[in-house]
């Protein structure tokens, strides 16, 4: 009889490692002694305990478990130790201090330049992590990658959690933030890495336009940080923007091409092993050490050692060995959108590959073709849950456009990489060699920007119970779950039910009248639902491409109206509506040919909506009052009104009474979108209450 599915240990491994970061975490946010963690490990024990006493002769089991539980020990206190370290001041705020570094990264913010030091210290004093550093735009042509920097300056600490999420700046170390104006000097120093990855980038920006020269460094290091917004929208929209994170694409690239040679010099397999991964891990270095690169140099240092060892290589052993690897260099690496879609890409290929290529071999489809196709299915499925939940849309044109584009790019990347290697070794002859091998790139760039792949995108129940219900479902038709046909189907079937049901109960659940979502982008964001209509009310700093993102992510891209708060110049570029409601003629809104309404008071879908003054806006939904006070105002000012609500959402509370208060920002309120991250409410009747999901 067979196993319902085959044990893979490192895979068992890695599961507890993750589980056990995730605890670490969790009790950090929520302010929790670690000592918490020993609970799960006190309750496994006690089971495995009384298990061993019964069945006894369970040493082999018990080997395993203390291995597992270890590694889950290892991953609880490693993540809670690296964000309480990270959370660690070591200067005092707004205090001057002589600060020395080495400069690790260069490069251009908006009108200005930056650079990230590392080996940092204050007044002659060691501090750990890193400073980004904001310099004028006369400064930063006195230093470079390697160089050492000392300046006067303050130090502003970030923190480990911002709007609910590890703040993106601890993946990266990087604890201050200062700025720089005058009396900086600086020292030569040398970085190899920095300096090839300098060399690319000036040989790039010499011989070929300003948006080509992005692209090509994007795509050879994967810095997209020149790389224009719209653009890299584009690609994203089009399900192919993991062509600028080098990873397995990039690196496989690579390794075959000198695993090829080798074998052609018939090297013996001690040597071509060697000779394959030197470079390969030296292309790393030059990329930056970034999760997606290591991840796949670590996976072909695996495929190698199967190879000397004449062992078969298993695609999710390999994965499992990698992801051990990089949580064991960086525990906090899991909760990285990089890191996730990198590893669920591949985890998708190593699940359903196999079952689609079964399938388009029995239908005679030719072998290149069904071996990319498997591929990009397996990867998208993968990415999918993370897509939703991370970013609030998955391209639906990114399935056929990776069949096509990812056999075409692995030419093109190879004729570029080579191109640009030769422009370096040669530059007298750049200007003829860059031009012509990025023809082909910038031929993609035209069309991928010019096909509107916006316009063909899911959005909406990405996140919470929808992922771990994704998949289950998608474990449910790989061939690495041994079920029976009617039984695979049903399993199946149940997974979509529940689904299905999981998106119905949080979108369109018949339980509740009215839901509000509080969300922070720039600005303060308000959407009120109510009978199939979506108002968002926006206040002072509105960023068009934060709006879209936050629409996107609750499925409500097709908005009834928008409420302008405190903000007299707004840009609602891209954001579409059917009117938009601003206190006076003195706010000129950029609304794209939708009308404009300037009333005091006003009803949209059986809620009233007043305007108290420019700054402050009263909502009285079903019995439930709600006040929202944009950044600008000092808080419910007109005395002549009432003043008391019984919800108050607004970064000042000074005059207003309310139940309940949710702050935009980080304040003197523990109730904000800062600490806690986008709050769901729910009215059902004249009652307010958290919905979790």
């Not at 039910?497 to 339980?511: D, E, H, K, N």
């Not at 491409?545 to 007299?568: A, D, E, P, R």
């Amino acid at each position: 009889m067979k196993r319902l599915f085959n044990i893979r240990i490192p895979v068992i491994i890695a599961l507890f490692l993750c589980l056990g970061i995730l605890v670490g975490v969790t009790l950090y946010f929520f302010s929790l002694h670690l000592a918490w963690i020993t609970v799960a490990v006190g309750a496994a024990a006690v089971i495995f305990i009384i298990w061993f006493l019964i069945k006894r002769k369970l040493l082999s089991p018990a080997i395993y478990v203390v291995l597992f539980l270890a590694f889950f020990l290892t991953g609880g206190i490693y993540g809670y130790c690296r964000l309480a370290d990270f959370d660690y001041c070591e200067a005092e705020s707004e205090a001057p201090y002589e600060i020395c570094g080495t400069v690790t990264e260069k490069g251009e913010e908006g009108y200005a330049n930056y650079i990230i030091i590392d080996n940092v210290t204050l007044d002659g004093r060691h501090c750990s992590g890193k400073v980004y550093v904001i310099l004028s735009n006369d400064y930063g042509e006195y230093c470079n990658v390697g160089y050492t920097v000392k300046f006067s300056s303050s130090l502003e600490k970030y923190d480990a959690f911002s709007y609910g999420e590890i703040n993106y700046n601890v993946y990266s170390n990087i604890k201050y933030s200062s700025a720089v104006y005058t009396g900086l000097t600086s020292e030569y120093g040398f970085s190899l890495f920095g300096t090839i990855r300098s060399a690319f980038k000036r040989v790039l920006f010499d011989n070929l336009n300003s948006e080509s020269a992005a692209v090509c460094l994007g795509m050879l290091t994967g810095d997209t940080t020149y790389i224009n917004y719209n653009t890299i929208q584009s690609f994203r929209y089009g399900g192919v923007a993991h062509i600028f994170a080098v990873s397995g694409l990039h690196i496989g690239i690579i390794y075959g091409i000198i695993a090829f040679i080798c074998s052609k010099l018939r090297l013996n397999r001690y040597i071509s092993a060697a000779v394959c991964l030197a470079p390969v891990f030296f292309y790393v270095g030059i990329c930056g050490f970034t999760v997606s690169s290591v991840r796949a140099a670590v996976m072909c240092a695996c495929h190698s050692l199967a190879r000397v060892l004449f062992k078969k290589n298993d695609g999710l052993n390999t994965l499992a060995t990698a992801v051990i690897v990089l949580l064991l260099i960086d525990p906090l690496s899991l909760t990285a959108v990089g890191f996730q879609l990198s590893v669920c890409a591949v985890g998708g290929i190593a699940v359903t590959a196999d079952g689609f290529s079964h399938i388009l071999r029995k239908i005679k489809i030719p072998k290149k073709i069904r071996s990319t196709a498997s591929s990009t299915v397996g990867a998208q499925l993968g990415v999918t849950p993370v897509m939703l939940s991370r970013f609030g849309y998955l391209s639906v044109a990114g399935l056929l456009v990776n069949i096509i584009v990812l056999p075409l790019f692995s030419l093109l990347y190879t004729i570029l990489f080579a191109g640009t290697l030769l422009s370096l070794i040669i530059p007298v002859a750049a200007p003829f060699i860059l031009p012509n091998a990025a023809l082909p790139v910038e031929a993609i760039i035209s069309l991928i920007v010019g096909t509107g792949f916006e316009n063909a995108v899911v959005t909406g129940f990405g996140a919470g119970a929808f992922v771990p219900l994704f998949f289950i479902a998608l474990i449910m038709i790989s061939d690495k779950i041994n079920l029976k046909t009617i039984k695979r189907l049903i399993a199946v079937a149940v997974s979509v039910v529940l689904l299905a049901g999981y998106t119905l109960i949080r979108y369109y659940s018949p339980f509740c009248d009215y839901e509000l979502i509080v969300s922070y982008g720039y600005g303060g964001e308000v959407l009120l639902r109510s009978h199939g209509n979506y108002v968002l009310i926006l206040t002072d700093g509105i960023s068009p491409s934060q709006v879209k993102q936050f629409l996107s992510k609750y499925y409500s891209c097709n908005i009834s109206s928008v409420i302008i708060l405190g903000n007299k110049a707004a840009n609602l570029s891209g954001i579409g509506c059917h009117d938009v409601y601003a206190f006076s003629e003195e706010y000129k809104v950029n609304a794209y040919g939708v009308p404009v309404y300037y009333a005091s008071s006003f009803v949209i879908s059986g809620v009233e909506y007043n305007f108290i003054d420019e700054y402050n806006l009263s909502v009285a939904v079903n019995g439930v009052k709600i006040f929202i006070a944009s950044d600008g105002s000092a808080g419910i000012l007109d005395s002549s009104r009432e003043r008391t609500a019984n919800l108050f959402i607004g970064d000042e509370n000074r005059t207003c009474q309310a139940d309940r208060q949710i702050a935009f920002s980080d304040g003197y309120s523990s109730a904000s979108v800062y600490r806690h991250g986008d709050y769901r409410l729910r009215i059902n009747g004249t009652t307010l209450y958290d919905f979790p999901f």
